[in-house]
Nanobody
Framework: QVQLVESGGGLVQPGGSQRLSCTAS????????MGWYRQAPGKQRELVAS??????TNYADSVKGRFTISRDNTNTVYLQMNSLKPEDTAVYYC?????????WGQGTQVTVSS
């Protein structure tokens, strides 16, 4: 059974930092491209950042220079978010992809507000 479990969401002030974690089980983690997506109320889900099995990264223009995606050998992918803005408020989802196999986490709420 595949599970992606996110953690690290919550309330943060504008300009603050937060780190999200997503731990995978039931998959050969090293094979998978991992990604973070987000969905704000009334908006479509969008890619925030992704990292391939060999460590190549991709970022949405809106987060370049502020967010960093990384992964380690504990089956965990991270999203370090700095200089947070109110428009970063959303539910953040972890995604694992390998060919036709795609899995999603349950999401974690990030709210940026004073």
């Amino acid at each position: 059974q595949v599970q992606l479990v996110e953690s690290g969401g919550g309330l943060v002030q504008p300009g603050g930092s937060q780190r999200l974690s997503c731990t995978a089980s039931g998959v050969i983690f090293s094979f998978y491209t991992m990604g973070w997506y987000r969905q704000a109320p009334g908006k479509q889900r969008e890619l925030v950042a992704s990292i391939t099995s060999v460590g190549s990264t991709n970022y949405a223009d809106s987060v370049k220079g502020r967010f960093t995606i990384s992964r380690d050998n504990t089956n965990t992918v991270y999203l370090q978010m700095n200089s947070l803005k109110p428009e970063d408020t959303a539910v953040y989802y972890c995604k694992a992809g390998f060919g036709p196999r795609v899995y999603w986490g349950q999401g974690t709420q990030v709210t940026v507000s004073s």
